[in-house]
T-cell receptor, first 111, second 114 residues
Framework: DADVTQTPRNRITKTGKRIMLECSQTKGHDRMYWYRQDPGLGLRLIYYSFDVKDINKGEISDGYSVSRQAQAKFSLSLESAIPNQTALYFC??????????FGPGTRLTVL | DQQVKQNSPSLSVQEGRISILNCDYTNSMFDYFLWYKKYPAEGPTFLISISSIKDKNEDGRFTVFLNKSAKHLSLHIVPSQPGDSAVYFCAAHAFTGGGNKLTFGTGTQLKVEL
């Protein structure tokens, strides 16, 4: 079984819709992250959380919100999706500074 | 401001030859560097890392070199194999006001040809 799972794996939605991407992990890590990947821009950090009561903005948090429902669950929401949020989204976890472990990704398309 | 740069978006190498992937950075506070490998439809996976106090780290066919004075690191793959074809991301770690985090480069698509 995968250590970091993401649902859905693919999603097509329309401009203005609210959408939630979910992430769960079985690694027992305290630290969880949301990244997005765009062609030519690499992986950019959206939000991160070092424990259930800790939420921090990353470099591109505008238009996104997160919820850390439990140590193992970290969800990303787009309150009103727009086309330039079309991207590949990755959840990740770590238990120490440095190495992080990524989920398989969610491909989101906003029409 | 791109603090971690991978200036080659793609690289093509013949099987058995050496692949050299390059990465430059601007922030002297980075204390740890990592390489991740990504196949299509999968998340990136950790490949190899190096501390800023070292200049070389080797793991099998993979070696990472760090030149702190030039703010440059490189990943060498010898010999290259078709299964190495993937996107490679360079990442740099630093402690910030909000804790530790990784900054990623834009990635290099490596293609190993038969």
């Amino acid at each position: 079984d995968a250590d970091v799972t993401q649902t859905p794996r693919n999603r097509i939605t329309k401009t203005g819709k609210r959408i939630m991407l979910e992430c769960s992990q079985t690694k027992g890590h305290d630290r969880m992250y949301w990244y997005r990947q765009d062609p030519g821009l690499g992986l950019r950090l959206i939000y991160y959380s070092f424990d259930v009561k800790d939420i921090n903005k990353g470099e591109i948090s505008d238009g996104y919100s997160v919820s850390r429902q439990a140590q193992a669950k970290f969800s990303l929401s787009l309150e009103s999706a727009i086309p330039n949020q079309t991207a590949l989204y990755f959840c990740a976890t770590s238990d120490r500074p440095g190495q992080i472990f990524f989920g398989p990704g969610t491909r989101l398309t906003v029409l | 401001d791109q603090q971690v740069k991978q200036n080659s978006p793609s690289l093509s190498v013949q099987e058995g030859r050496i692949s050299i992937l390059n990465c430059d950075y601007t922030n002297s506070m980075f204390d740890y560097f990592l390489w991740y490998k990504k196949y299509p439809a999968e998340g990136p996976t950790f490949l190899i890392s190096i501390s800023s106090i070292k200049d070389k780290n080797e793991d099998g066919r993979f070696t990472v070199f760090l030149n702190k004075s030039a703010k440059h690191l490189s990943l060498h793959i010898v010999p290259s194999q078709p299964g190495d074809s993937a996107v490679y991301f360079c990442a740099a770690h630093a402690f910030t006001g909000g804790g530790n985090k990784l900054t990623f480069g834009t990635g290099t698509q490596l293609k190993v040809e038969l």
